[in-house]
C-alpha cells in the first residue's frame, strides 16, 4: 500500500507559492499558487451522458476546477467534492454560473456512465462527470503534471483494489490558465475565500 498512499500525495513538477494554513499566496490565494501558470489541458473525454467532452470548449470563460479520482474512493474523492459542493451552495448566483467542476474518472473499468453520472451528480447536479481510454487518461495527467493512477489490490483476499491517484484538484482560472492547486485536507472556509477570487481573477 505504499505505492497507494504515495500517489494520493505527491505531484509532479510543479512550483507553489503559498497553501499553508492560512497564509495567503502572492496573488491573495488560500490554495498553493503555481509560480509558473499552465494552460488548461485540450482532450476531449466522455461525459456521462455519453456525449464527447473537449475540455477547453466546453468550458471556456469559465473557473474551471479539475480533478482525477474515482467513484469507490472511500476518502479523498467525496470529500474533496462534498466539500466543494457545501460551498458553491452557499455562493451567490454569478459566482456559481462561473464555476464548473470536473471530475474524471481514474477507474474506467468500474465507473461506468451510469455510476459515474449517478455519483457526480449526487453531490451537485451541475458537476461534471468525465470518462476517457486508459491512454487519453494517462496523458491528461501527464499533460497536468501528475502521476499516473495505478491500482493497488487489496490485501483482505477479496481481490479487489483500490486506485491510487494524486489527491489534488487545479483551479483553471476564466483565461483558461491554471494558477492554483488545492491538496487533500483543504477546508470549506479556504474554499469559502478563493472562489470569488478565481472568479474574478484579471477583472
Known sequence: MKRLALLTTI???????GGEQGELSPGGFLGAELTTPVPKPDFTFTDSKGAPYRLVDRTAGQVTLLFFGYTHCPDICPVHL??????????????????TVVFVTTDPARDSLPVLDK??????????????????????QAEVKLPPAERDTLSDGSGGYAVGHAATVIAYTPDGVGRVMYPFGTRQRDWAHDLPRLVGYGQ
Do not use: T, Y
Not at 462534498?82 to 464555476?99: C, G
Not at 455519483?119 to 491528461?140: E, H, Q
Open 11 to 17: 505531484v509532479l513538477g510543479w512550483s507553489c507559492s
Open 82 to 99: 462534498a466539500n466543494i459542493a457545501a460551498v458553491l451552495d452557499k455562493m451567490p448566483d454569478d459566482v456559481q454560473r462561473r464555476v
Open 119 to 140: 455519483w457526480v451528480k449526487g453531490f451537485n447536479p451541475a458537476f461534471v462527470g468525465l470518462r476517457a481510454s486508459d491512454s487519453v487518461l494517462a496523458a491528461a
